[in-house]
């Protein structure tokens, strides 16, 4: 069982910053990718950006404006949000899965395994 508990979220004004954590516990010494999703009110969640391994990548809408990271001494993930847009609105979500052999198999989220509870992030016109 892995654990996951994210922290960051708030409210920024359009053009601003955040950064989101996504610190990891329990059973995490095997091989997972670890990535974030976000829900916009009335949508379903929605792949943002995944970690494997130090391999990245990013949905169209957030490449180039976001950057995920990973500290794997303090077993955490991080989301840096720079350029915020209002419609980067949502709920987000830290995720973790055990690597199915090719990023594109956990760009959904019925890839994955392991979730936080979601840190609301809103971005003020």
């Known amino acids: 069982q892995v654990q996951l508990v994210e922290s960051g979220g708030g409210l920024v004004q359009t053009g601003g910053s955040l950064r989101l954590s996504c610190a990891a516990s329990?059973?995490?010494?095997?091989?997972?990718?670890m990535s974030w999703f976000r829900q916009a009110p009335g949508k379903g969640r929605v792949f943002v950006a995944i970690?494997?391994?130090?391999?990245?990548y990013y949905a169209d809408s957030v490449k180039g404006r976001f950057t995920i990271s990973r500290d794997n001494a303090k077993n955490t993930v991080y989301l840096q949000m720079s350029s915020l847009k209002p419609e980067d609105t949502a709920v987000y979500y830290c995720?973790?899965?055990?690597?199915?052999?090719?990023?594109?198999?956990?760009?959904?989220?019925?890839?994955?395994?392991?979730w936080g509870q979601g840190t609301q992030v809103t971005v003020s016109s």
């Open positions: 329990g059973r995490t010494s095997g091989n997972y990718v």
């Open positions: 995720a973790a899965a055990t690597y199915r052999g090719a990023l594109y198999l956990h760009l959904d989220d019925v890839a994955y395994d392991y």
């Open positions: 970690w494997s391994s130090g391999t990245t």
